[in-house]
C-alpha cells in the first residue's frame, strides 16, 4: 500500500490514534493477565490481534500501534521464548498492524516500544527510578529497536518513556539512522514521572532529525492539555497525545481503579491547542475512538 505519509497527512487534517489494544482484547475474552500482557496474545493467538487492529480501523482509526509494547528479548525469555522466536514475535507485531491496515485501505502502522520498566512487570515506568544510566538503556532498548525498525512498520511509536534519561538513550539509539519515530513521555502533576521537566524532553527529542512528533500517552486525561502547552513552547513538531480512561493502574494488585471518565468532549480542545495526533491508551476502546474520530471531523 502507498500513499501519502502521516507527516504530509498532518498537515491537512489530525489523525485519530487507536485505543488501548490490550483493553479490546480483554473485552472480546482474551487473557492479559500474564506479565506478558497484550504480548502473550500475539505470540499464542495472532489472529486476535489481528481482529482488534481491524476493529480500531472500523472505529475510524488513522494510526494502528503494534503489540510490541511488551514484547522484550529479557521478558520473554522468562515465559520461554529463545530469542529468534521474540524477534518473530516482534516482526509478526507489525505483519498484522500492516494487514488491517491494508485491509482498511487506509492509514499507517506505528511500531511500539515500550519503555524497560514495563519489562519488569511492576509498575517502574510509572515511576521512573531504575537507577541505569544512558549507555545501559542504549544497550537493553537496541535489538528491539533495530527488528522494529527493518519490519516494514511506517515509524517507531516510542511510548511512556518516565525519565530524560530513557528518553536520551532512545535519541542515542535513533539519531542518524534515518528511522522516523514519535516520542511519548508519560506525565504526572504536570512533569515526568521522575519529576523532571516535560519541555527538557520534548526539546531533546525535537532536536532529533529522526523524531518527527513529540508527546504524552498512558496518563490522565488532565494531564494532556498542559502537556501540549509544554511542548509547545519548545518545538513546531507535531504533537501526538493519547491518554488513559482516567482510571488507575494498581501494579501490585494488577487491576485498575476509579472512574472511567474518558472526556471525549476535551478533544476539540486538545486540537485547538495544538494536538496533531488524537487517541487513547489503557482501557479506551473502539467507542472511544469512534468518539475521537466523530469529535476531529
Given at each position: 500500500?502507498?500513499?501519502p505519509?502521516?507527516?504530509?497527512?498532518?498537515?491537512?487534517?489530525?489523525?485519530?490514534?487507536d485505543?488501548?489494544?490490550?483493553?479490546?482484547?480483554?473485552?472480546?475474552?482474551a487473557?492479559?493477565?500474564?506479565?506478558?500482557?497484550?504480548?502473550?496474545?500475539?505470540?499464542?493467538s495472532?489472529?486476535?490481534?489481528?481482529?482488534?487492529?481491524?476493529?480500531?480501523?472500523?472505529?475510524g482509526?488513522?494510526?494502528?500501534?503494534?503489540?510490541?509494547?511488551?514484547?522484550?528479548?529479557?521478558?520473554?525469555?522468562?515465559?520461554?521464548?529463545?530469542?529468534?522466536?521474540?524477534?518473530?514475535?516482534?516482526?509478526r507485531?507489525?505483519?498484522?498492524?500492516?494487514?488491517?491496515?491494508?485491509?482498511?485501505?487506509?492509514?499507517?502502522?506505528?511500531?511500539?516500544?515500550?519503555?524497560?520498566?514495563a519489562?519488569?512487570?511492576?509498575?517502574?515506568?510509572?515511576r521512573?527510578?531504575?537507577?541505569?544510566g544512558?549507555?545501559?538503556?542504549?544497550?537493553?532498548?537496541?535489538?528491539?529497536?533495530?527488528?522494529?525498525?527493518?519490519?516494514?512498520?511506517?515509524?517507531?511509536?516510542?511510548?511512556?518513556?518516565?525519565?530524560?534519561?530513557?528518553?536520551?538513550?532512545?535519541l542515542?539509539?535513533?539519531?542518524?539512522?534515518?528511522?522516523?519515530?514519535?516520542i511519548s513521555?508519560?506525565?504526572?502533576?504536570?512533569?515526568l514521572?521522575?519529576?523532571?521537566?516535560?519541555?527538557?524532553a520534548?526539546?531533546?527529542?525535537?532536536?532529533?532529525?529522526?523524531?518527527?512528533?513529540?508527546?504524552?500517552?498512558?496518563?490522565?486525561?488532565?494531564?494532556?492539555?498542559?502537556?501540549?502547552?509544554?511542548?509547545?513552547?519548545?518545538?513546531?513538531?507535531?504533537?501526538?497525545?493519547?491518554?488513559?480512561?482516567?482510571?488507575?493502574?494498581?501494579?501490585?494488585?494488577?487491576?485498575?481503579?476509579?472512574?472511567?471518565?474518558?472526556?471525549?468532549?476535551?478533544?476539540r480542545?486538545?486540537?485547538?491547542?495544538?494536538?496533531?495526533?488524537?487517541?487513547?491508551c489503557?482501557?479506551?476502546?473502539?467507542?472511544?475512538?469512534a468518539?475521537?474520530?466523530?469529535?476531529?471531523?
Amino acid at each position: 500500500m502507498s500513499g501519502p505519509s502521516l507527516i504530509d497527512a498532518l498537515a491537512d487534517r489530525a489523525l485519530v490514534v487507536d485505543g488501548g489494544l490490550g483493553t479490546r482484547l480483554e473485552e472480546r475474552g482474551a487473557d492479559v493477565s500474564s506479565e506478558l500482557w497484550s504480548a502473550r496474545v500475539l505470540a499464542d493467538s495472532p489472529h486476535e490481534v489481528l481482529d482488534v487492529h481491524r476493529d480500531y480501523f472500523a472505529a475510524g482509526a488513522d494510526v494502528a500501534i503494534t503489540a510490541s509494547y511488551q514484547v522484550t528479548y529479557e521478558g520473554c525469555a522468562r515465559a520461554g521464548f529463545d530469542a529468534d522466536a521474540t524477534t518473530g514475535i516482534l516482526r509478526r507485531s507489525v505483519e498484522l498492524a500492516r494487514r488491517a491496515r491494508d485491509e482498511a485501505g487506509h492509514g499507517w502502522v506505528a511500531a511500539s516500544v515500550g519503555p524497560y520498566g514495563a519489562m519488569l512487570a511492576d509498575g517502574s515506568e510509572y515511576r521512573g527510578d531504575l537507577g541505569l544510566g544512558v549507555r545501559e538503556l542504549r544497550d537493553w532498548h537496541r535489538q528491539r529497536i533495530d527488528v522494529l525498525a527493518g519490519a516494514g512498520a511506517d515509524l517507531i511509536a516510542v511510548e511512556t518513556m518516565p525519565s530524560l534519561v530513557e528518553v536520551e538513550a532512545i535519541l542515542a539509539e535513533l539519531a542518524g539512522t534515518g528511522t522516523p519515530a514519535w516520542i511519548s513521555v508519560t506525565p504526572l502533576a504536570g512533569r515526568l514521572r521522575s519529576g523532571e521537566p516535560l519541555a527538557e524532553a520534548f526539546a531533546l527529542a525535537a532536536a532529533v532529525d529522526e523524531v518527527v512528533a513529540v508527546g504524552v500517552n498512558c496518563c490522565a486525561p488532565g494531564e494532556v492539555l498542559g502537556a501540549i502547552e509544554a511542548a509547545r513552547e519548545v518545538t513546531t513538531k507535531p504533537i501526538v497525545v493519547y491518554p488513559n480512561s482516567g482510571e488507575t493502574w494498581d501494579a501490585a494488585a494488577r487491576r485498575w481503579s476509579g472512574r472511567a471518565a474518558f472526556p471525549t468532549e476535551a478533544v476539540r480542545s486538545w486540537r485547538a491547542a495544538g494536538a496533531g495526533l488524537i487517541g487513547g491508551c489503557c482501557r479506551t476502546g473502539p467507542g472511544q475512538i469512534a468518539a475521537i474520530d466523530r469529535a476531529l471531523a
